[in-house]
């Protein structure tokens, strides 16, 4: 696999940017793009990937 990259957006979702392989529960792969918008807030109605439900309703500001 090449680098992958995670980034933790404010208020939004992980974007994982590179060549990653993501299975769900059963060990099966979900088809990615390049980069990739993941769930954080839990209100997405495509988990595990994000669909700006949370725009407006999920603070989360993560720093080192």
Do not use: W
């Amino acid at each position: 696999m090449a680098d992958v990259k995670i980034t933790v957006s404010d208020n939004g979702p992980l974007i994982v940017s590179g060549e990653i392989q993501l299975l769900d529960g059963e060990g099966n792969p979900l088809a990615v793009k390049e980069t990739t918008y993941l769930c954080r807030c839990g209100m997405s109605s495509s988990k595990p990937f994000c669909n700006g439900a949370h725009k407006g309703k999920f603070e989360s500001v993560v720093r080192a």
